[in-house]
C-alpha cells in the first residue's frame, strides 16, 4: 500500500513538472539563443546549468525555506527583483546584437571562437533557473499540493534528483535540435533579428515578474 501510494505520488509529480519543462519559458529562451549563436558545447552547458539550477529551488523547498519565502511578501518580491534583474541583463545583451555583415558560415566561425567557456554557458544556464522566483513558487505549490508529508525525505530527494535530470536531459535536446548544422545556419542567415526577438521574450518575462512586485 505504502509503495503504491509512493508510485502513483512520483507519477503525478513527474507528470506535472514535464509539462511545466516543455513549456517555453526563459531556461528554452537562453538555450535557444546560447545553441544557436555559439553551437552545440555551448548550448549544451547552458542545458546542464539549468538543470542544476533546478537543485536550488529543491533544496531549500526541502529545507522548508521556501514556505518561509511565500509567507514573507519582503522575501518573495526580493526574489523577484534578482530574478528579474538577471533576466534584464541577459535581454539587454541580446538586444544589443549587431547585424552580421559576412557570410553565414563566416559568421558561424566567428562565433565558435568567441563562444563562453563551458563553466560560463554552465552558469549562465544556472543562474538562469536559479534565479527565477517562479520556479521557487512551483516548487513549493507541487510538493504541497502532490507530496505527502509523511514521505520520507530521501526519497523526496530523489524526486527532485528526478527533476533536475529531467530538466539537463530536455534541454540538452533543445540544444542539440537548435545547434544542428542545416537548422543553425538558417538562424544565422537573420541572427541579430533572431537573438533580438530572444532579447525581447526575456524582457517580457523579466516585466511580467517585476510587475508581479506590484501586485
Not at 507519477?11 to 528554452?28: E, R, T
Not at 514573507?72 to 535581454?91: D, S, T
Request: aromatic share 12%; proline share 3%.
Amino acid at each position: 500500500m505504502q509503495l503504491s501510494r509512493h508510485v502513483g505520488e512520483f507519477l503525478a509529480l513527474a507528470s506535472i513538472h514535464f509539462l511545466a519543462v516543455v513549456a517555453p519559458g526563459p531556461d528554452f529562451a537562453v538555450t535557444v539563443s546560447q545553441s544557436v549563436r555559439f553551437g552545440r558545447r555551448s548550448g549544451i552547458f547552458t542545458a546542464l546549468g539549468i538543470g542544476s539550477g533546478i537543485s536550488v529551488h529543491v533544496l531549500y523547498t526541502l529545507a522548508g525555506i521556501g514556505a518561509l519565502m511565500h509567507a514573507n511578501e519582503q522575501l518573495l518580491a526580493l526574489a523577484r527583483l534578482a530574478g528579474g534583474a538577471y533576466l534584464v541583463h541577459l535581454a539587454v545583451q541580446l538586444l544589443r546584437a549587431r547585424r552580421h555583415s559576412a557570410l553565414p558560415g563566416e559568421t558561424l566561425q566567428r562565433d565558435a571562437a568567441a563562444a563562453p567557456s563551458n563553466a560560463r554557458a554552465f552558469l549562465t544556464g544556472f543562474l538562469t533557473n536559479a534565479t527565477n522566483p517562479k520556479a521557487t513558487l512551483f516548487f513549493l505549490s507541487i510538493f504541497t499540493a502532490v507530496v505527502n508529508p509523511e514521505t520520507p525525505l530521501a526519497l523526496q530527494s530523489l524526486y527532485g534528483f528526478w527533476m533536475c535530470t529531467v530538466n539537463a536531459l530536455w534541454f540538452c535536446l533543445v540544444a542539440l535540435f537548435f545547434s544542428h548544422g542545416a537548422i543553425r545556419l538558417r538562424f544565422v542567415e537573420f541572427g541579430h533579428w533572431f537573438e533580438r526577438a530572444m532579447g525581447l521574450i526575456l524582457l517580457a518575462f523579466a516585466a511580467r515578474l517585476l510587475l508581479s512586485i506590484l501586485d
